[in-house]
T-cell receptor
Framework: EAQVTQNPRYLITVTGKKLTVTCSQN?????MSWYRQDPGLGLRQIYY???????DKGDVPEGYKVSRKEKRNFPLILESPSPNQTSLYFC?????????????FGNGTRLTVT | AQSVTQPDIHITVSEGASLELRCNYS??????LFWYVQSPGQGLQLLLK??????LVQGIKGFEAEFKRSQSSFNLRKPSVHWSDAAEYFC?????????????FGKGTKLTVNP
């Protein structure tokens, strides 16, 4: 089954404790992206990657890092989490090819930073 | 800057009633427009998309949307709502980001369906 898998689904952590949210897709997609979803703000893009070793900032990249060492994986790293990063995070992937290749979303990771 | 506005934060309808969710966009060129649905605890699922051509597009689950350039709108409709349609709905405009989609989302409309 084609899917985007995020882990963990839920995470509670404390300020300053480094964490990684993993994202893996089994569709051989080149393009991957991270979004955060906050009430009243919709989804905002954090980072995206066009292919292995090619990443770039989205609209709200501050406080986040990503890496793309393999095509299937696109982890989101919070080096020093803060309470304002409490949010619902979504990973998405697609093939390059413009808008005929819609984004496939994972089921989300709900992060709470205390 | 490109933006998407969903004027209604929350809408409540009765099961079997018709539904229209509003979406307005701001974009200089011909927009690529999308509607996504998010069920509780789930990721986003594409309902339908508009690229060009016929301004009335059909999607999954009985939804349709109409693109009106003069009104900068892309409203989502369904003739008869089912209880399973209760979810949050997001309109989005697509921008080119190296040949793939970057989506700018509206803030969402939460739909409640009364029995």
């Amino acid at each position: 089954e084609a899917q985007v898998t995020q882990n963990p689904r839920y995470l509670i952590t404390v300020t300053g404790k480094k964490l990684t949210v993993t994202c893996s897709q089994n569709m051989n997609h080149e393009y991957m992206s991270w979004y955060r979803q906050d009430p009243g703000l919709g989804l905002r893009q954090i980072y995206y990657s066009m292919n292995v070793e090619v990443t770039d900032k989205g609209d709200v990249p501050e406080g986040y890092k990503v890496s793309r060492k393999e095509k299937r994986n696109f982890p989101l790293i919070l080096e020093s989490p803060s309470p304002n990063q409490t949010s619902l995070y979504f990973c998405a992937s697609s093939t390059p090819g413009g808008y005929n290749s819609p984004l496939h979303f994972g089921n989300g990771t709900r992060l709470t930073v205390t | 800057a490109q933006s998407v506005t969903q004027p209604d934060i929350h809408i409540t309808v009765s099961e079997g009633a018709s539904l229209e969710l509003r979406c307005n966009y701001s974009y200089g060129a011909t927009p690529y427009l999308f509607w996504y649905v998010q069920s509780p605890g789930q990721g986003l699922q594409l309902l339908l998309k508009y690229f060009s051509g016929d301004t009335l597009v059909q999607g999954i689950k009985g939804f349709e949307a109409e693109f009106k350039r003069s009104q900068s709108s892309f409203n989502l409709r369904k003739p008869s709502v089912h209880w399973s349609d209760a979810a949050e709905y997001f309109c989005a405009v697509g921008l080119t980001q190296g040949g793939s989609e970057k989506l700018v989302f509206g803030k969402g409309t939460k739909l409640t369906v009364n029995p």
